[in-house]
């Protein structure tokens, strides 16, 4: 591995380490849950039964638990590459963490022995209505939605506010600045891509995490009877408005490890450039706007809500594709680059994006969802933008940023698990995507005899996964403590 100097800006060993908690406590949380999701599949496959109290009960924690928990890693993720150019504090790290946790526990509890099943989307009034849980486990479960999110808008406010306060102003660290004629060493500048991209999605996420708040604190009112009705109609918008901006996010904010790594492994560097600004700019209008194309079937909204939102969805991939995938791309093309851990998964994850952002806007066309609508379909585009885009470039930063704390040289042969980690990704969510074109539903615990076959060649992609995850995770495992101390320290190599 290239000794580079030290970098700009490393100034808080404890900011470093604070971002390894999340980094290292969401790929625990993605491991544990990965599990979950194996024992779903083998029971949808008939190979394993699992009553349908205790499928939807796992089905619920691996969705939230999924979610969060990715988010956590990409959070810590962001946090480390921002880090290096501006100063960031280990306290609010850590404050937002706590919070953050409390809510993963309490959605735990509410789950596994409140026996709350309602799925990671929960639409009133069903929470309080469940006949299998009791009240206090909805109850236990929205406290946990409702700490999740506030951890999450604590921690975006502390990033923007603290990239605003380094570049004198929130439109300079948006990059208008490069509009303005200044000197390269002007602190108005943005320092890196990686500063715009972080600006854009943490103020995003404290849209999405107030969004969250308003989803969730009217239905606890109603709960504890100081409210006596919600609207059902705009509790799903909310609920749909959060959990799509939250899902969509992980995959905005984990594109800053694609310019960072990229710029670090080809020697080519990604500047804070005019076109990066505009891309970036067009992501902090648009993804704000496609989420009613989960209500389509909705009849009640009112019509231009899903019109709007079909035209969007088509928009929306496209200042961040052709900037961030065409710019990896062409960064990469003859630079000479080492097909390093990193960056497979990099590739992976650029594939996966490209492949999962395909499958949404497929579902997007009102057409289209009049059939795909609540098939596996749903599950496979965000399986595969997940696990094979913003899981894959999360795990790629994580492994780079362990291995560069830590000082070691890569194990060439760790690189036979990064492929695999993508030929088990992607033989598994083919499965999902078959199954929905074939018009198998999602959510469903017992699967007819006709769509298990679907399941049961998903299976061994599984456990290939499983082992790919299993070398990798050995890998960080080995050098956490090396890391743990260079990390204390500020410096990478
Ligand atoms: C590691 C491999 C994974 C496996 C084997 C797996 C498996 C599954 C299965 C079988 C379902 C139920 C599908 C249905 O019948 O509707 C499911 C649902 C889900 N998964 Fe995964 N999954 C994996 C990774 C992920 C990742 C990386 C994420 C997100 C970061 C994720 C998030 C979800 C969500 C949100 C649901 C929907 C839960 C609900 O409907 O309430 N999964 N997964």
Not at 180 to 189: H, I, L, N, V
Not at 225 to 234: H, I, K, M, N, T
Request: aromatic share 12%; glycine share 10%; hydrophobic share 55%.
């Amino acid at each position: 591995m290239s000794a580079a100097p030290v970098p700009e800006g490393v100034r808080d060993g404890g900011a470093l380490r604070a971002a390894l908690a999340y980094l290292v406590t969401g790929f625990a949380t993605f491991l544990l849950m990965g599990l979950l999701g194996l024992h779903m599949r083998l029971d949808q496959g008939g190979l394993m039964t699992v009553s349908p109290t205790w499928f939807y009960r796992i089905m619920t924690l691996h969705g939230s638990g999924m979610v969060a928990g990715t988010m956590l890693a990409t959070m810590g993720g962001l946090a480390a590459a921002v880090e290096r150019t501006v100063r960031l504090s280990a306290r609010a790290l850590w404050t937002a963490f706590l919070v953050y946790m409390l809510g993963m526990g309490f959605i735990v509890l509410a789950t596994t022995l409140g026996g709350f099943a309602a799925g990671w989307t929960v639409l009133y009034p069903l929470p309080a209505l469940g006949r299998v849980w009791t009240l206090w486990a909805a109850v236990a479960a929205f406290v946990g939605y409702l700490f999740v999110t506030l951890g999450f808008t604590f921690y975006c406010f502390h990033i923007a506010w603290q990239i605003a306060v380094e570049r004198h102003g929130l439109g300079n660290a948006l990059g208008w600045s490069l509009w303005r004629k200044t000197e390269p060493s002007d602190p108005r500048r943005p320092r890196s891509a990686v500063e715009i991209i972080a600006t854009v999605v943490t103020l995003q996420g404290v849209f999405t995490g107030l969004v969250g708040a308003a989803y969730v604190v009217p239905v606890l009112l109603k709960d504890a009877g100081l409210v006596a009705a919600l609207d059902p109609l705009l509790e799903k918008n909310l609920a749909y408005l959060f959990g799509h901006q939250l899902a969509n996010l992980n995959i905005y904010f984990a594109a800053a490890f694609v310019y960072a790594l990229v710029a670090e492994h080809t020697g080519r560097p990604w500047p804070a450039s005019r076109h990066v600004a505009v891309a970036w700019n067009l992501v902090l209008l648009l993804v704000l706007l496609p989420w009613p194309h989960h209500l389509y079937q909705d009849f009640a909204q009112p019509a231009f809500m899903p019109i709007a939102a079909e035209a969007v969805s088509f928009l929306v991939g496209i200042p961040s594709f052709l900037v961030t995938i065409f710019g990896a791309l062409g960064r990469i093309h003859r630079s000479g680059m080492r097909w390093s851990v990193p960056m497979i998964l990099v590739a992976l994850g650029l594939w996966g994006w490209v492949t999962g952002g395909l499958g949404a806007v497929l579902d997007s066309v009102i057409q289209v969802n009049q059939v795909t609508h609540n098939t596996l379909w749903v599950p496979a585009h965000f399986h595969t933008y997940y696990l094979l885009g913003a899981a894959a470039f999360t795990w790629a930063y994580l492994y780079d940023l362990v291995t560069r704390l830590a000082g070691v040289p890569e194990d060439r042969a760790s690189r036979v698990a990064a492929w695999l980690y993508g030929v088990g990704g992607a033989g598994f969510v083919l499965m999902f995507f078959l199954s929905g074109a074939a018009g198998v539903p999602r959510r469903y615990a017992a699967h007819l005899p006709q769509w298990q076959p679907f399941a049961r060649i998903a299976v061994p992609f599984v456990v290939l996964l499983s082992l790919a995850l299993a070398w990798l995770a050995v890998d960080v495992v080995t050098r956490l403590r090396p890391a743990w101390v260079g990390a204390g320290t500020g410096t990478r190599n």
